[in-house]
């Protein structure tokens, strides 16, 4: 305050002050907290919806069905089957996509997106790029600020359109100076009660008692741990054996055997590599930058800002032989880990929003991974990572209505996974090129300010 009597600060939602003058008298007192609430209308959309004629790869084992009927209610899938077998409602709107594949929204579990932080705007191309893309879920561990929660609020009451935002927040790390268990308690609530996440990363915080006190006290509060690899083995397999169900980023060695696979197997973790930045070698982006046209690329360049584009494409400073790229061992890790029954995840490390995604499925595809396990891993697995397996991750009845429709058929080339016609997320239908709303209201989608190519007068803002 002006006359330094009190100090004020905020954590999350929660406002606090302290009396100084009675701290320096020596009186006993807690800081006061007052909780600010602020109360939104969640987006929710109104209607009933088939979508009929579609090969559906459901996520329910290894059943597809051809010719399938999915009926939406409102946010949430009420009934999938063969045409005919389910029960569609009177009156429900009838869209057909014959000849289209459908399969469950992608879930993001590694996503470093990046909002504009400080000053909120709407604005938000790093979202939009990435539902355009089939993006509908998004985990970022390690956000450094809160700002993401925020933006996740915005995109829950509508007010953005995006994929849903989990957040750990910012990590826990050494410097949180956790002893005991009523450290990391204390430490875990911040994120349980003022921040409102469900997720929480542990940064190589400290030694493995430590790490065991952070988990101990996550399984206490009901958060979902993940971890960083931090190049270092050991310390990867004790956070493996103690039970942190995510492993963020790939082992740093290779080959790796079989008492590692049934180990990671056992513990049921889900292994997310991110081989765009993968350690042991040259990242990985920088091999679909050598051989993709990533500049030119008309979908990426209506979502992203020219300059950002200009900035990760024209000039580069690695450049790597094809035989220097290290990803593909990596990938045949993943691969003999999803066919012994473990978990891989699919995370883009926020390397070349939307796009980028499709690259890290294809990138594990090089080292033999079947298109329908990049899938589930792109899906069901990402959901189950963040602790969400029981709404996202599968088309059946009952889970929230994100889905995405594409033109070819990723059964026969994952590469197909980049053919996304419509994007559904959470019961709204949007085009996959433009992000115009199609069901249940026709919406236009957005306009951004780096459009040369349209007049002035039509941006928004720009109105004289």
């Given at each position: 305050?002006?006359?330094?009597?009190?100090?004020?600060?905020?954590?999350?939602?929660?406002?606090?002050?302290?009396?100084?003058?009675?701290?320096?008298?020596?009186d006993?007192?807690?800081?006061?907290?007052?909780?600010?609430?602020?109360?939104?209308?969640?987006?929710?959309?109104?209607?009933?919806?088939?979508?009929?004629?579609?090969?559906?790869?459901?996520?329910?084992?290894?059943?597809?069905?051809?010719?399938?009927d999915?009926?939406?209610?409102?946010?949430?899938i009420?009934?999938?089957?063969?045409?005919?077998?389910?029960?569609?409602?009177?009156?429900?709107?009838i869209?057909?996509?014959?000849?289209?594949?459908?399969?469950?929204?992608?879930?993001?579990?590694?996503?470093?997106?990046?909002?504009?932080?400080?000053?909120?705007?709407?604005?938000?191309?790093?979202?939009?790029?990435?539902?355009?893309?089939?993006?509908?879920?998004?985990r970022?561990?390690?956000?450094?600020?809160?700002d993401?929660?925020?933006?996740?609020d915005?995109?829950?009451?509508?007010?953005?359109?995006?994929?849903?935002?989990?957040?750990?927040?910012?990590?826990?790390?050494?410097?949180?100076?956790?002893?005991?268990?009523?450290?990391?308690?204390?430490?875990?609530?911040?994120y349980?009660?003022?921040?409102g996440?469900?997720?929480?990363?542990?940064?190589?915080?400290?030694?493995?008692?430590?790490?065991?006190?952070?988990?101990?006290?996550?399984?206490?509060?009901?958060?979902?741990?993940?971890?960083?690899?931090?190049?270092?083995?050991?310390?990867?397999?004790?956070?493996?054996?103690?039970?942190?169900?995510?492993?963020?980023?790939?082992?740093?060695?290779?080959?790796?055997?079989?008492?590692?696979?049934?180990?990671?197997?056992?513990?049921?973790?889900?292994?997310?590599?991110?081989?765009?930045?993968?350690?042991?070698?040259?990242?990985?982006?920088?091999?679909?930058?050598?051989?993709?046209?990533?500049?030119?690329?008309a979908?990426?360049?209506?979502?992203?800002?020219?300059?950002?584009?200009?900035?990760?494409?024209?000039?580069?400073?690695?450049?790597?032989?094809?035989?220097?790229?290290?990803?593909?061992?990596?990938?045949?890790?993943?691969?003999?880990?999803?066919?012994?029954?473990?978990?891989?995840?699919?995370?883009?490390?926020?390397?070349?929003?939307?796009?980028?995604?499709?690259?890290?499925?294809?990138?594990?595809?090089?080292?033999?991974?079947?298109?329908?396990?990049?899938?589930?891993?792109?899906?069901?697995?990402?959901?189950?990572?963040?602790?969400?397996?029981?709404?996202l991750?599968?088309?059946?009845?009952?889970k929230?209505?994100?889905?995405?429709?594409?033109?070819?058929?990723?059964?026969?080339?994952?590469r197909?996974?980049?053919?996304?016609?419509?994007?559904?997320?959470?019961?709204?239908?949007?085009?996959?090129?433009?992000?115009?709303?199609?069901?249940?209201?026709?919406?236009?989608?957005?306009?951004?300010?780096?459009?040369?190519d349209?007049?002035?007068?039509?941006?928004?803002?720009?109105?004289?």
């Open positions: 305050s002006a006359d330094g009597s009190t100090a004020h600060w905020s954590l999350g939602n929660v406002h606090f002050t302290y009396d100084v003058r009675a701290g320096l008298r020596g006993s007192i807690a800081p006061v907290s007052q909780r600010i609430a602020v109360v939104a209308r969640r987006d929710r959309p109104r209607g009933t919806l088939v979508l009929r004629g579609a090969r559906t790869i459901t996520m329910r084992g290894d059943e597809v069905i051809e010719n399938a999915i009926v939406v209610r409102d946010h949430r009420i009934a999938v089957g063969a045409q005919g077998s389910v029960d569609v409602p009177d009156g429900a709107e869209i057909d996509v014959a000849g289209r594949t459908i399969v469950p929204g992608f879930v993001d579990v590694h996503a470093h997106m990046a909002p504009v932080w400080g000053v909120h705007r709407r604005d938000q191309w790093a979202l939009a790029v990435n539902l355009a893309y089939g993006v509908t879920t998004t970022d561990p390690q956000t450094t600020l809160t993401v929660l925020s933006y996740g915005l995109v829950e009451t509508g007010d953005i359109v995006g994929p849903r935002m989990f957040s750990t927040g910012p990590s826990i790390t050494n410097d949180d100076g956790i002893r005991t268990l009523e450290d990391a308690r204390t430490i875990m609530r911040r349980k009660e003022y921040f996440t469900t997720t929480v990363k542990q940064y190589t915080a400290g030694n493995r008692k430590q790490r065991q006190l952070i988990l101990m006290a996550a399984r206490e509060l009901e958060l979902m741990p993940t971890t960083e690899a931090s190049l270092d083995f050991r310390l990867e397999l004790t956070q493996n054996l103690d039970g942190y169900p995510g492993h963020e980023h790939n082992w740093i060695a290779h080959p790796l055997y079989g008492d590692l696979v049934d180990l990671m197997v056992a513990t049921g973790v889900t292994y997310t590599p991110t081989l765009l930045v993968a350690y042991g070698g040259p990242a990985g982006e920088n091999w679909f930058y050598q051989t993709e046209d990533v500049h030119g690329d979908k990426l360049r209506r979502f992203t800002p020219h300059d950002e584009i200009d900035r990760v494409t024209r000039r580069r400073s690695q450049w790597s032989l094809p035989e220097e790229h290290v990803f593909t061992d990596h990938a045949r890790f993943a691969a003999r880990l999803a066919d012994a029954g473990g978990r891989v995840g699919i995370g883009g490390h926020g390397q070349l929003d939307g796009l980028g995604f499709h690259w890290e499925m294809w990138a594990l595809a090089s080292g033999g991974m079947e298109p329908h396990q990049l899938l589930r891993a792109a899906t069901l697995h990402g959901a189950d990572a963040i602790g969400y397996a029981d709404d991750g599968s088309i059946e009845a009952g929230l209505a994100d889905l995405v429709i594409l033109t070819r058929n990723p059964l026969d080339d994952i197909n996974t980049n053919s996304v016609e419509s994007v559904m997320k959470n019961g709204r239908l949007y085009d996959g090129d433009t992000l115009a709303e199609v069901y249940p209201e026709q919406r236009e989608g957005p306009v951004y300010w780096w459009w040369t349209r007049p002035a007068q039509d941006l928004p803002g720009m109105q004289r």
